[in-house]
Each structure stands twice: as structure tokens, then as C-alpha cells.
């Protein structure tokens, strides 16, 4: 007959799985890596809005460059000057006034009256245009509010200039 071989501790049937602490534990980490996750996408999705609106800034400012430079005698002689805070106009009579509603309004298909450009795609966005101090250099400086981005109370300014 042969002997039998004696069972080493540790090898029992019941010894095959995982115990309920190791599976609480393995829970804690992947609910902390799953967090970890979900505020790296909503830092990525604030900062994502941010670089949107710097980006709209920046359309915003070569489209008045445009106009102003198919209309550069009027550009040069001030009539597209504008200041931070000045009330924006809604007729126009020249063609540098009709540049400015334009540059301020735009009309969606589905309204009949003018909505704001700068309130509508940036918050609280303000826009300043002077080309009379350096002519014929010309800035541009759309302002907005970026606390979503940036946090309460923030206000992003971009300036932009160029030589018409």
C-alpha cells in the first residue's frame, strides 16, 4: 500500500476564490479610479468651453478686420471706432454702422429681430474697435465673461491687431 501523501495548509477546496474583504477592497479601488475619471472629463469639459469661446473671440475679431478692410477710407478716418460699454447700435445709415450691427447682430433663421452676436455666443461678450490712436494699425478687443472656464468673476479679454 502506499502512504498518503499528507494535505498542505492552504490547498483545501475552499480555498480557491476570493473572501468578501477582497472584493470590498477591489470595489474601493475601481470606485475611485471611476471617480478619479469622471472629474478629469468634467475639467476636461470646462476647459474645452473655454478654448471654444477664445475661439469664437478670435472669428469674431477677424470678421470685423474684413469689413474693415473692404471699407478701409472709413476704417482710417474712425467711423468703425467703438469702446468697451458704448450702447450698441441697432440702425445703421453708412456702411462702416452697417459693419458694426452686422458685426454685433446676426438674425437666425427662425427669429425676426436681431439677437445679439457677443450675448449669444459668448456671455456677457463686449467688443471695442480703435484705429484712429495708431492708423493705420487697428485693435480689436472682444471681451467676455468666462466663469464657467475660469471661475466666478472671471473675464477673459482678447486683443487683436493688425495693419489694414
Known amino acids: 500500500m502506499t502512504a498518503a501523501m499528507p494535505r498542505r495548509p492552504g490547498t483545501g ?15 474601493l479601488v475601481i470606485s475611485v479610479g471611476l471617480l478619479g475619471m469622471a472629474g478629469l472629463q ?3 469639459l470646462r476647459n474645452n468651453v473655454s478654448a471654444y469661446h477664445r475661439t469664437l473671440a478670435d472669428d469674431l475679431a477677424y470678421q470685423v478686420f474684413d469689413a474693415m478692410r473692404a471699407n478701409r477710407p472709413a476704417a482710417l478716418s474712425g467711423d ?3 469702446a468697451l460699454g458704448d450702447p450698441v447700435p ?14 454685433f447682430y ?11 452676436l457677443f450675448d449669444r455666443y459668448l456671455p456677457g461678450g463686449m467688443g471695442a474697435i480703435d484705429c484712429t490712436t495708431n492708423a493705420p494699425n487697428c485693435v480689436v478687443i472682444v471681451q467676455w465673461n468666462d466663469t464657467r472656464g475660469q471661475g466666478l468673476g472671471a473675464t477673459q479679454q482678447l486683443s487683436v491687431s493688425t495693419r489694414l
Open 42 to 44: 468634467a475639467y476636461s
Open 106 to 116: 446676426r438674425r437666425p433663421a427662425n427669429q425676426s429681430g436681431p439677437t445679439g
Open 13 to 27: 477546496p475552499r480555498d480557491g476564490g476570493f473572501s468578501l474583504i477582497e472584493m470590498l477592497i477591489a470595489l
Open 80 to 82: 468703425y471706432k467703438f
Open 90 to 103: 441697432t440702425s445703421a445709415s453708412t456702411r462702416a454702422e452697417t459693419d458694426l450691427v452686422h458685426w
